[in-house]
């Protein structure tokens, strides 16, 4: 059973766009939904992450918005850069219990 | 400050031999986590283990598999008799404490069963 289902599976956006990359969960447990950026070979890193008491989360171009009614959360990056390029994963925790989407690839056209 | 490391990077073994993967938590993590990750596929978690402690395996299969965290030294994870389907990347992760939520991954070993 597939807890957290992430759309779209690839994403090409040119330079300068907005990126948009959309999660929902179904266990209502979860209490904290992380965003992780992998480029090809390297580990995944922690990106920004946000706990359901808040709505919305920005850290520079990467904003996460989150609406708890409807169990979603989708990762917004702004003015997408070729260095963005890499595959992002979304993932929903609850008391170390970590469940990952399937990941998105995003290209970021020049 | 390092990271979460991981060794060997790559590993191959035939059909039948033992992997052995080490995994050394950040400096002051005491939570380890390790997940399976298959080629365009996200990540699978296996096992969460505190030292000495084995806290949640139900993401590991239940024969050949095997992960310990000791008192001393990394975290390993062993798979015995390996086959051809254990070919994957194997991620291990670390946290400060149960409850910090932010798990923080290292480079990754990459089996290759032939």
């Known amino acids: 059973q597939q807890q957290v289902k992430q759309s779209p599976q690839s994403l090409i956006v040119q330079k300068g766009g907005i990126s948009i990359i959309n999660c929902a969960y179904e266990n209502t447990a979860f209490d904290y939904f992380p965003w992780y950026q992998q480029f090809p070979g390297k580990g995944p890193a922690l990106l920004i992450a946000i706990r359901p008491d808040v709505s919305e989360k920005k850290e520079g171009r990467f904003t996460i918005s989150f609406n708890k009614s409807a169990k979603q959360f989708s990762l917004h990056i702004m003015d997408s850069q070729p260095g963005d390029s890499a595959t992002y994963f979304c993932a929903a925790n609850n008391n170390n219990d970590m469940r990952f989407g399937a990941g998105t690839r995003l290209t970021v056209k020049p | 400050n390092a990271g979460v490391m991981q060794n060997p990077r790559h590993l191959v073994r035939r059909r039948g031999q033992e992997a052995r993967l080490r995994c050394s938590p950040m400096?002051?993590?005491?939570?380890v986590y390790w997940y399976r990750q298959l080629p365009e596929e996200g990540l699978k978690f296996m096992v969460y283990l505190q030292k000495e402690n084995i806290i949640d395996e139900s993401g590991m299969p239940k024969e050949r598999f095997s992960a310990e965290f000791p008192k001393e030294g990394p975290s390993i994870l062993r798979i015995q008799q390996v086959v051809r389907g254990d070919s994957a990347a194997y991620f291990c992760?670390?946290?400060?404490?149960?409850?910090?939520?932010?798990?923080?991954f290292g480079p990754g070993t990459r089996l290759t069963v032939t």
């Open positions: 400096k002051g993590h005491s939570h």
């Open positions: 992760a670390s946290s400060l404490a149960q409850g910090a939520y932010e798990q923080y």
